[in-house]
């Protein structure tokens, strides 16, 4: 068998015909940039998300640098957030020449942990990034408490949460602004780059909205330094296409997630594969469906001969990057980012998997162990 980590080619033939057909639409109303595709686009995800206002702009990084532009973060600001993300999160933060501040994770759901965050806190905190790793959100109540007392603002990265939802709250109105990537590997992913906003409050958006073309409301004046970051016509005419679909994918990967969960728990030999809980309160979309395991290195190559995709994120977290030297940290400074970095594995659970697949999956690794 061979079973890639994602099979989008999976996901495009059924769709084939009803994207094709509004690309070519596209291409006959040569609009491309912003325009009505992207206004109706953006109002769909505000409706899908519950928020007051949903900004397009050109990828997730984007999102993450338009939120804490509006929010005034600038040099010498600090924000908070964990070293075990993508780059992107921390990256964000120091483009602004702010500095990042990182506060270790909870080791089952990876997340920031909320009791260490007041102690990372100073005068010159301005927010905090919570990152619902994986497609789980992050502990909003304990988060947005503190930010609350301390005046700070929340960003979410939602990235890897598009459809994840907290206390019956989708993931994008649980802090100040909620940021979306369209990145083709999410799971609502776009043909190419693209990324969104969700906020409730106007002030932030309409900022949001004039820094993501050059800080101009009216062309050619400019009321503030920004930048060009725009969700392209085409990206949100394709995504308008698939957002109809996202709660069905959405479904499939919780129902391969529980899958998993049978399959592991009546397979031997697979005690020691640490599966990802979900907290009470949370509706997991499983972007990824990270385990730790031991041996972890000896059983991707393993599975990796057997026709099994696999993929670490993430290998080496912020505070030990080579271009965070600066900031000092050193090996056991975040030492449950460190271990999580060193065991985790995440394994195939993209929705158009087979039972059959997962069954392979699972008697693949329990072979590994067996062979020991
Ligand atoms: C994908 C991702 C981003 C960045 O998104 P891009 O659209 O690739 O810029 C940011 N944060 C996290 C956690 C992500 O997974």
Redesign the pocket.
């Known amino acids: 068998m061979n079973i890639p980590l994602l099979d989008l080619k999976a996901q495009f033939q059924p769709l084939r015909n009803e994207i094709l057909a509004v690309v070519q639409t596209v291409c006959d109303e040569q609009g491309f940039i912003l325009g009505p595709r992207v206004v109706a686009f953006e109002e769909s995800v505000a409706r899908y998300i519950g928020s007051r206002y949903a900004i397009g702009c050109a990828?997730?990084?984007?999102a993450?640098l338009l939120s804490l532009m509006a929010m005034g973060v600038k040099a010498g600001d600090e924000v908070i957030t964990i070293p075990f993300?993508?780059f992107?999160?921390a990256g964000a933060i120091s483009r602004l020449g702010a500095k990042p501040v990182f506060v270790d994770i909870q080791p089952d759901t990876f997340n920031i942990d909320p009791a260490l965050i007041e102690r990372a806190i100073t005068p010159r905190t301005k927010a905090i990034i919570p990152?619902h790793?994986f497609g789980q959100c992050a502990d909003m109540a304990a988060i947005n408490e503190i930010a609350t007392r301390k005046k700070l603002y929340v960003i979410e990265?939602a990235?890897?949460a598009i459809g994840a939802a907290q206390q019956e709250q989708r993931a994008g109105i649980l802090g100040d602004t909620g940021?979306f990537?369209?990145?083709p590997s999410?799971n609502l992913g776009g043909f190419g780059?693209?990324?969104l906003i969700t906020t409730n409050d106007k002030a932030l958006a309409d900022s949001m909205a004039m820094l993501r073309v050059h800080g101009s409301q009216v062309r050619y004046l400019h009321e503030v330094i920004g930048f060009n970051s725009r969700l392209d016509a085409l990206q949100a005419a394709v995504l308008q296409v698939k957002l109809q679909y996202l709660d069905q994918w959405n479904e499939g990967r919780r129902r391969n997630a529980e899958r998993y969960r049978q399959l592991f728990a009546r397979t031997k030999q697979v005690d020691c594969v640490v599966l990802p809980p979900t907290r009470p309160g949370n509706f997991h979309v499983y972007n990824q469906f990270t385990v730790r395991v031991p041996k972890r290195d000896e059983l991707r190559a393993f599975l990796k001969e057997k026709g099994v995709g696999t993929e670490v994120y993430y290998p080496l977290p912020m505070h030990l990057q080579n271009c965070y030297r600066e900031l000092g940290h050193e090996k056991g400074s975040f030492p449950l980012s460190e271990q999580a970095a060193e065991e985790v594995m995440s394994i195939p659970i993209y929705p158009e998997l087979t039972e059959a697949q997962q069954g392979y999956v699972v008697e693949t690794i329990a072979e590994f162990y067996r062979r020991d």
């Open positions: 990828s997730g990084s984007d993450l993300t993508f992107a999160t990152v790793l990265d990235c890897q940021c990537s369209f990145f999410k780059d693209g990324g």
